[in-house]
């Protein structure tokens, strides 16, 4: 999806944003790792919405704990955060 087009969805970035300032223990180790392209020079992304299905007015989408677009990677950490769902 075009960047322009997230605008129309501003409350999933919102929601991304705010879950980027309340990261867990273990994405903050990670991120310590990936951010400002350590990770091999690639860049990589934190909760970041991937939209997978939008038809007229309904979106489904989650948010990727990590992603790299160059390598197309989604990387999502388990813990006690999903136990919720």
């Excluded at 879950?19 to 951010?35: A, F, G, V, Y």
């Excluded at 934190?46 to 160059?70: L, S, T």
Aim: aromatic letters at 12%.
């Amino acid at each position: 999806m075009a960047r322009a087009q997230y605008k129309r969805y501003r409350g999933i970035t919102l929601l991304a944003r705010e879950l980027r300032k309340n990261q867990t223990s273990s994405e903050l180790i990670l991120w310590q790792e990936l951010r400002g392209r350590k990770m091999m020079g690639f860049k990589f992304l934190r909760q970041h919405p991937v939209f997978y299905k939008i038809v007229k007015d309904r979106v489904e989408f989650y948010i990727a704990d990590f992603y790299c677009a160059e390598l197309r990677l989604v990387v999502e950490l388990d813990g006690p955060v999903h136990d919720n769902c």
